[in-house]
C-alpha cells in the first residue's frame, strides 16, 4: 500500500463532486482548492433547474461561506476568477437518470474529461420523507455508478456514507459491505424496486385523497419511511435508505471502477482546517449542546458510561482524500470500506460531553431575548427510554390532561386556556419525538473497528510526505481542549450567533 505524492496525485486531475453544498462536500472543495491550486477543473453538481441557478447556488451556499474566507486572504480580488477557471457548477439532481444533466455537450465533456468522483449527495434527516430519501440516498448512488459506467477515465469512485448504516448493531462493528437486500430484521429480503413501487402507490393516493394538503402527504411519507426502516430492522429512514443506496452500489458495480465506501460518525466541526471550529447546522450531537445553551433541556435520556463517537470533519475530508490516492494507485476494482471515527482508539463519553456542555454554557452563556445571560442547569440523565417516557408522562403528560380536563368542566377551555394547552402539547410532543429519533445513538453499544482507516494512516507516514497535512488520526484529539476551545466556541459563531 503506497500513496505517494497527494498533491502530484491532485495536479491536472478533474473532479466531478456530487452534493456540492452539503457540509463536507465544502470542506471537500475547500481543501482542495487550497492545497492545490493547480487541480484541472471541480465539476461540482447542484440541485438547479438551470446554470444560473446552479451558479447562484455555487457563489451563496459554497464559496460565498465563511469557510471559504482563508482562500479569500489569499486570492484576495481574483477569488472569484480562480474559483471560476477552476470550478464548474453543474446544474442536475442525483435522483434521476445520468444525474438530471440535461446539456448535452457538458454531460460528453464530464464522461471524456472526469477521473475522479465524489459522492457527498445525501438527506440526512433522520425522518426524511420516505420518497425523498429513497431517490436521494438510495437511488441516487445507482444512478451515480450508471453515469460512471459511461466515463472514459475514472480511475476511482468514493461514496460518503455514514458509519450507522449498522442500525443499533452491537459489539465491534466491522468495515465490510451489506449483501443486497439481507435485512437487520426478519427473513424477508428488501427490495429496491418494490419498496419504489409501494412509495409511487402511496403517493398516488394520498394525492387523490388530499390533492392540496402537502402538509398531510409530508407528515404520512414522513411515518411510512421510519415505518419501512423498523420493519427491516434500522432505526430510521436516514440510515435504512443510506444502508440500501451502498447495497445497490457493492452489488452493481460489479468490478466496474474501484470503489471506496467512507463511513463517518458523528461529524463535528472543523478540528484545524482551514480554521479550527467552521461548522454549518446542528449536526447529530449538537442538539443536545443547543438545548443547554437555551437553557431548554432539563431532562434527556442517555446512558453517560456509553461512547459517543464523534469525529472532525476535516479529518473525515482527509482521510476521504487520501483513500481517494491510495485506492486510484492500486490495480484493482473491487471495494473497500473505511469506518472514520474515534470510538476504537480515542473513546469519549457522554459523561464527558454532558459535563462539558454544562462547563462552556456556565462560563459562556448566550444572551437572552431579555438581554440578560441565559442560565442552565445540570440535565437529568435517564439510562433508558422507558424511565425517560415514565417521567414525562408523570411530570407533564398527565398534569396537562389535568389542565386540559378541569378547562373543559370549568367552561375555560377557550382562549387563552385553550392557545396555552396547544402550545404546551406541542412542544411536548416535539421533545419526545426528538428523543425518540436519537434514542439509537444515546443508548448506541457498538464499536466501530477501524483496521482499513489505521492501515491507511500506517502507510501514510511510511510513504507520503504529506501525511501531516491530511492528518485524520482520531488519537491525536485531546476532546476536552477540543471541545471547549474549539467545537462549542464554532458552535455559537457559526450556528447560535
Not at 424477508?188 to 388530499?210: A, G, N, W
Not at 411530570?395 to 368542566?409: D, E, N, W
Not at 501531516?468 to 462549542?488: C, G, K, L, S
Amino acid at each position: 500500500m503506497e500513496l505517494g505524492s497527494i498533491l502530484e496525485f491532485l495536479n491536472n486531475k478533474s473532479i466531478l463532486v456530487i452534493g456540492a453544498t452539503g457540509f463536507l462536500a465544502k470542506i471537500f472543495v475547500e481543501k482542495i482548492l487550497r492545497v492545490q491550486p493547480k487541480v484541472k477543473k471541480l465539476y461540482l453538481l447542484l440541485r438547479a433547474v438551470d446554470t444560473k441557478s446552479a451558479e447562484e447556488r455555487l457563489h451563496n451556499e459554497v464559496i460565498g461561506m465563511a469557510l471559504f474566507d482563508v482562500l479569500r486572504e489569499q486570492h484576495g480580488a481574483s477569488l472569484y476568477s480562480f474559483v471560476y477557471e477552476k470550478v464548474t457548477p453543474v446544474p442536475g439532481d442525483i435522483s434521476c437518470v445520468d444525474l438530471g444533466i440535461r446539456d448535452s455537450l457538458l454531460k460528453d465533456q464530464i464522461w471524456n474529461e472526469i477521473d475522479t468522483v465524489i459522492n457527498c449527495a445525501a438527506t440526512t434527516n433522520f425522518d426524511e420523507r420516505y420518497d425523498v430519501a429513497l431517490g436521494i440516498n438510495t437511488l441516487g448512488p445507482l444512478h451515480l455508478l450508471n453515469f460512471v459506467k459511461k466515463c472514459n477515465n475514472v480511475k476511482v469512485l468514493v461514496h460518503l456514507s455514514t458509519a450507522y448504516v449498522c442500525g443499533e448493531d452491537a459489539g465491534l462493528i466491522q468495515e465490510k459491505p451489506f449483501p443486497l437486500g439481507k435485512a437487520k430484521k426478519g427473513t424477508e429480503m428488501i427490495d429496491v424496486d418494490i419498496e419504489k413501487k409501494l412509495v409511487d402507490e402511496k403517493l398516488r393516493k394520498l394525492h387523490s385523497e388530499h390533492a392540496q394538503e402537502s402538509a398531510v402527504i409530508t407528515s404520512y411519507m414522513k411515518d411510512y419511511g421510519t415505518e419501512r426502516a423498523r420493519m427491516f430492522g434500522w432505526p430510521n429512514t436516514y440510515v435504512f435508505t443510506k444502508a440500501l443506496g451502498e447495497m445497490l452500489l457493492v452489488h452493481y458495480n460489479r468490478d466496474t471502477v474501484p470503489l471506496v465506501i467512507i463511513r463517518p460518525t458523528m461529524v463535528t466541526s472543523t478540528y484545524q482546517e482551514p480554521f479550527p471550529g467552521w461548522i454549518e447546522g446542528v449536526r447529530t450531537i449538537d442538539g443536545v449542546a443547543v438545548g443547554y445553551a437555551k437553557g431548554k433541556l432539563k431532562h434527556f435520556p442517555f446512558n453517560p458510561q456509553l461512547i459517543v463517537d464523534v469525529i472532525p470533519a476535516d479529518m473525515v475530508i482527509n482521510a476521504l482524500i487520501m483513500a481517494m490516492v491510495e485506492y486510484a494507485n492500486r490495480s484493482t476494482t473491487s471495494e473497500i470500506i473505511y469506518h472514520v471515527g474515534s470510538s476504537l482508539r480515542n473513546p469519549f463519553k457522554f459523561s464527558n460531553l454532558n459535563e462539558l456542555c454544562f462547563l462552556y454554557f456556565v462560563q459562556n452563556p448566550l444572551i437572552g431575548k431579555d438581554g440578560k445571560p441565559i442560565k442552565i442547569g445540570d440535565v437529568t440523565a435517564f439510562s433508558s427510554m422507558a424511565s425517560f417516557r415514565i417521567y414525562m408522562a408523570i411530570r407533564y403528560s398527565l398534569p396537562l390532561k389535568v389542565f386540559q380536563y378541569l378547562a373543559i368542566i370549568t367552561g375555560l377551555f377557550q382562549k387563552p386556556y385553550k392557545d396555552k394547552y396547544t402550545a404546551l402539547d406541542r412542544n411536548l410532543k416535539r421533545g419526545m419525538r426528538l428523543a425518540e429519533l436519537y434514542e439509537p445513538y444515546v443508548f448506541f453499544k457498538g464499536i466501530f473497528d477501524d483496521t482499513n482507516s489505521e492501515k491507511l494512516q500506517i502507510a501514510a507516514r511510511e510513504t507520503c510526505s504529506e501525511a501531516d497535512a491530511f492528518n485524520f488520526d482520531p488519537t491525536r484529539v485531546n476532546w476536552e481542549a477540543y471541545m471547549m476551545d474549539v467545537h462549542f466556541p464554532g458552535l455559537v459563531k457559526h450556528v447560535l450567533k
